[in-house]
């Protein structure tokens, strides 16, 4: 999950703020050595190590996880997909260098939610084909680690996974938190907006994160899984809801839709948002 | 054509997801942790003398109870819980109103064992639970079972809990005649808990049991004058509420229950504990209680037959087979505990609490009509010491 | 007396039904507190509901299929 990670916690004293955020951060741990694609050990490797032989069986964390993903990908006509992960073959983020659509067509006959089967608990894969549980395994790290501060008594504090924010309460004063939007257009750390969040969580996806420029467009680390090429409607879309994994899921589907469609489905979603698009058009609600 | 999308339905997608939410009390869902008690009680009661000599003890009843409890979570739907208790009792006891059977040297003597085990299985938002209880002394021996149902409604805010049950118990008292005589209950439940706010939760029980059979204490039969109906139909009525005090950090639970049956006992039990959350750990309880409970229609006053004299009730030669007691508990009186209990979590699941409270029983103390007059106050020491493990 | 406890009780049970507001799942986090249960205390509850149904004449309301015992 390689990025910076903050427990904030109010609490009675401070050996009890220890102990909560102790906790906390075990379960982040927990999470990302289990789901992370670079462990031998991880669930993620033995899945695709099966990858083009037989079902394999996964344990009730993972089972739900998967039928949360497959959710997400009806809801979002398959532009949330676990399986795409494999388009980050083509895409050199280091050279910056534009693929050819052939690379992209050799790729994208292994990507696709549909050609795998699942049924709870057995998983098959086809060969060649993976599983990456890169886009909701933070922000599900994020809820679970404010579960465990909240079962044992944490009324207020936040669980911040690299810009994925998920609030456990209010300051302790009651205020809500401001959290920063980053200007996606900005150096890292430069504040475009700020949105309070007293409950609930936000979650941010923007093209800044991972990314090229070459001869004047911007080639961003978030692929349609439908074509291979990234998406290019939004700079980036923050959006509020009351579970980090809900918030980070509204995200990145609205980031994959065009203008009037994504703000279309985050207003169906009842979520608040803002929105940066690709001329720097801010909408939000 | 895009899909179009349904209201909130990401949202609702990651609720499914177990774990992300908290896990409120009066759901019906799995626990998520195991749960082992050690608590051990030491119970005193006593009146002001033995009811017969002024300056005397009046030292009754002492109890010792070592109890144990479990509750593990088996599998992601099956649930177990076991129970035991040991019960060292010793002293005396009143042969009829306060006249205590340690006057005349007898005292008690008895050692109890009692066991039970829950099974329940989850199929999602309803829960079924199957109840054995065992419950073996010198005198007395009960076997039990208990059927309950519980179901929520999808946004767990209202669960609905139905429940009968059924004991069998024989009875063979040590002293006197040799006899084997059976009581059996039949009970059942049915209540509605509620979800009123973030910070309020409600209960409502209704309540019924049917016992028929022996009911009366052999003991005061043999020493006194107790002669009870062979069936009686009890209800209560529990209201039972909770609330989260946010900006003390401190809970209320408070509960009512009102009670009757056909041997024309009624009573208003009140009780509330405050929760009060502290620095490093503590939590301190004060507790109150309040009840207040008419006689049954046979109980008699200590007032005796000019001929018999005690422990008979006047014009007894004339009505022998007429339904009678002089048993304290059945009188009119009102009853107050206080209480207090203070508990520390450490870490790793591990807890520790100690609770005191007074009891006393006072026909004076009686609100809604007259308590009984004549009696002893009835006064009474608990004392709770318990460590616990959650995992 | 039978009819006044049906009618107390319907009473009881609809205003708890209607009085509340619908709390949502993610709001439940006092709820989830351990003082927040009836009976937090299993033992507890166990050994103070056993003193009473002894040394009084009224009892139940909480469960059943409880069994009996010569408690004096």
Redesign the interface.
Known sequence: MASHGEVRVYA??E??AR?WSDAAIAEVRRIETKYSRYRDDSVTTAINRAAGGGAISVD??TA??L??AA??H??S?GAFDLTSGVLRRAWDFKTGRVPAQTALDQLLPRVGWSKIEWHSPTLRLRAEMEIDFGGIGKE?AA??AA?VI??V?G?HGLVNLGGDVRV??PHADGQAWRIAVQDPRGEPGTTIAYLNVP??AMATSGDYERYFEHEGRRYSHLLDPRTGWPVEHWRSVSVV???A??AG??ST?AML?PVD?AL??LQ????RYLAIDCAGRQYSM | MPTPAKTGSILAAALALPGVVPSAQAQVTVPNATLIQFKYLYYKDYQENNGVTPGSSGDRMTVKSPALYLLAPISDSWVFEIGAVYDNITGASPYYHTVLSGASGEGVEDKRLAGDITVTKYFGRTAVSVRGAYSTEDDYRSIAGGFTLRHATPDQNTTFTIGIGYSSDDVFPQDGPVFTRTKNTLDGIAGITQVLSRNDVGQVNLYYANQSGYLTDPYKAIYGVDQRPDSRDQFALLVRWNHYFQSLNATLRSSYRYYHDDWEVDANTFTAEWGQELPEGFTLTPSARYTTQSAAFFYYDPVYDATLGAPFPPGYATNPNAFYTSDQRLSAFGGITLGVKLAKVFAEGWSVDGKAEYYEQRGDWRIGGDGSPGLQAFKAQLYQVGVNKKF | MKRLIAVASALAFSVLLIGCETVQPWQKGNLAKPDMAFGPDPLQTRFEEHTYFSKEGASGGMNVGGGGCGCN
């Not at chain 1, 169906?268 to 979520?271: G, I, K, P, S, Y």
Request: aromatic residues 6%.
């Open positions: 009675p004293d050996t009890t102990g009730a964390e739900s996880l039928d949360f959710e997400l009806a809801q006509d599900y809820d679970r579960a909240v079962d008594g009324l456990i309460g409950h609930g809801a009351p579970l994994i809900a899921a509204c589907v839709k469609d279309q489905f169906a979603q009842r979520v």
